[in-house]
């Protein structure tokens, strides 16, 4: 059974600092998607990650894949309040795409 | 800017009673998908469509069905509703190959 494990589940970090929040999936896959999610909205693509190695940036959030390890970071530089929301990470290796639990950022003055 | 449709945005319905969500996506995409998600909770997908008349269980698919007979209709039908399907309901469409979901809106259900 494939699962999507993301840690941590809950964040709180000051404005202006950097963090990482880490996925792990259990099956092999060549492809991972990140998603934001804002309170009572839907999701929205951040990044799709397509191979290992793969790295991609927008604004203070950049994201990275290692197939070999199964895992994916998304990194977080000098936070700014805007960027409170829950991020999902998600895989899809039989075309069935299966998500984490969540990582609840909240970014504090 | 992603053109998928759910209606109703928000239900309320007596237990017993029987449902049909609607999702609409005009951008052609093959695959579709279903998921319930409590409020900032994690996503459990409940169907999925691979294109028309294509359609597989996820993880919480015993207590509803969906079909798929046009590309960009894919309802989703709870024959008796319960409390325990209050919930967020999700619809997403995606292209075929690697390219990431699009999400609707999204309904949300209670069941008194």
């Known amino acids: 059974e494939l699962k999507v494990e993301q840690n941590p589940l809950f964040l709180s970090m000051q404005e202006g600092k950097n963090y990482t929040i880490y996925c792990n999936y259990s099956?092999?896959?060549?492809?991972l998607y990140w998603y934001r999610q804002d309170p009572g909205k839907s999701l929205e693509s951040l990044f799709v990650l397509l191979s290992n190695g793969a790295v991609k940036q927008e604004g203070r959030l950049m994201a990275s894949l290692d197939t070999k390890a199964r895992l994916s970071t998304l990194h977080i530089t000098a936070a700014v309040h805007d960027l409170s929301a829950t991020y999902f990470c998600?895989?899809?290796?039989?075309?069935?795409?299966?998500f984490g639990a969540g990582t609840r950022l909240t970014v504090k003055p | 800017e992603a053109d998928i449709y759910q209606t109703p945005r928000y239900l309320v319905i007596g237990t017993g009673k029987k449902i049909t969500l609607e999702c609409s996506q005009t951008m052609g995409h093959d695959k579709m998908y279903w998921y319930q998600q409590d409020p900032g909770m994690e996503l459990h997908l409940i169907h999925y469509s691979y294109g028309v008349n294509s359609t597989e269980k996820g993880d919480l698919s015993s207590e509803s069905t969906v079909s798929r007979i046009r590309t960009e209709h894919f309802p989703l039908t709870l024959e008796s509703a319960r409390p325990s399907h209050t919930s967020q309901y999700l619809c997403?469409?995606?292209?075929?190959?690697?390219?990431?979901?699009?999400f609707g809106p999204g309904t949300r259900l209670t069941v008194l």
């Open positions: 998600a895989v899809d290796p039989n075309n069935d795409m299966r």
């Open positions: 997403a469409s995606k292209k075929g190959g690697y390219n990431e979901q699009f």
């Open positions: 099956t092999t896959s060549d492809r």
